[in-house]
């Protein structure tokens, strides 16, 4: 038993990469507020990404410099399903994103068609939304939302 005990060798353990989360929380310690967008973005996780947006403070994501057009585009595909369900929060970022969408950047001009479906998704999910939420909720988070999507779509070539 005790050859047998001394032949088994502990191998040192691997380090665990951080999770998708902890990498976020870590961004915000920082006030890495992009990055950590990005990384709430990357994970495809709705879940993660409204924890995540409901940490970050919509002037440091939108202030002086907007995201990403590559993840104001990802926010786009990603937040629209079940408007209703944490409306506040997806109406604010979603409202800052459509305004933020820049029609001249190369990206944009490069992804207009499906820019085109996404919007249409997020008027179709607004119109659903409005079914579920009360007349003062509309008013107050989508009306202008569903505006500034309609300004953007008539702008596209």
């Known amino acids: 038993v005790t050859q047998q005990m001394s032949e088994l060798h502990v191998q040192p353990r691997e380090p665990v990469a951080p999770t998708a989360q902890e990498q976020i929380q870590e961004c915000l ?33 939108f ?6 057009q590559p993840d104001l585009l990802a926010l786009l595909s990603q ?9 506040q929060l997806k109406a604010e970022f979603l409202n800052e994103t459509v ?4 029609l ?11 820019l085109v479906r ?14 579920h939420v009360t007349p003062r ?12 999507t309609l300004q953007i779509i008539s702008q596209l070539p």
């Open 29 to 61: 310690d920082k006030d890495e507020f992009h990055l950590a967008l990005n990384k709430a973005l990357m994970a495809i996780d709705v879940e993660l990404l409204l924890d995540t947006l409901s940490k970050l403070n919509i002037e440091d994501v």
């Open 63 to 68: 202030g002086d410099q907007p995201p990403s």
């Open 79 to 87: 937040l629209p399903n079940d408007l209703h369900l944490n409306l």
């Open 99 to 102: 305004q933020a969408i820049d």
């Open 104 to 114: 001249e950047h190369e990206i944009i001009l490069a992804h207009r068609e499906p």
């Open 118 to 131: 996404l919007l249409t998704i997020l008027l179709d999910n607004i119109d659903t939304a409005k079914e």
């Open 137 to 148: 909720d509309f008013q107050r988070n989508l009306k202008n939302l569903r505006w500034a």
